[in-house]
């Protein structure tokens, strides 16, 4: 289901909208290998006619789980936009498609949250990656513990012609 808006509503008064989108209504599943979406979008929104356009303002809120990708070590992001704006002209060469005199808010709501999708999600900003985790299993004898088991030179002098 879209997040439909009745022009015919909107002559008189604003219209108050609260309520959730969820991943599938967005078209937002396997969107980014990385992003993964996991809650529904959250939308609290005032719709009002202004002249010959539609003018829509609020908050949108939505859970995200996310893949480092330095270390691919994943965590939640939470996604806000807290003053959401959308003016959408009635006439003209950008008029909004009116379907029975409703205009869905759907797409314009996907892609503005596209638009606030982290481009290269971290888990923190000084995250190091895979090499800092590696650095992280040191012996007590100085040696690290990938350098034991992970030596592509050992597994190479192994081998014989």
Not at 40 to 55: H, S, T
Not at 65 to 89: G, I, K, N
Not at 101 to 125: A, G, M, N, S, W
Request: glycine share 4%.
């Amino acid at each position: 289901m879209s997040l439909l808006v009745n022009l015919r509503h909107l002559e008189k008064k604003s219209l108050f909208l609260r309520g959730e989108l969820t991943v599938q209504e967005l078209e937002l599943e396997n969107i980014d290998e990385v992003i993964h979406p996991s809650e529904p979008l959250q939308y609290d929104l005032e719709v009002q006619k202004v002249e010959k356009a539609i003018l829509v303002q609020g908050s949108l809120k939505m859970s995200l789980q996310c893949d480092c990708v330095r270390c691919l070590e994943s965590f939640p992001y939470q996604l806000a936009h807290p003053h959401w704006t959308c003016h959408l002209p009635l006439e003209g060469e950008e008029r909004v498609v009116l379907t029975s005199d409703c205009v869905d808010l759907t797409p314009y709501i996907r892609e503005d949250i596209l638009l606030e999708f982290p481009q290269r999600p971290l888990c923190k900003p000084e995250c190091s990656g895979l090499i800092g985790l590696l650095h992280d299993n040191v012996s007590p004898g100085g040696q690290h513990e990938s350098e034991k088991t992970l030596s592509a030179w050992d597994e190479l002098d192994k081998l014989k012609f």
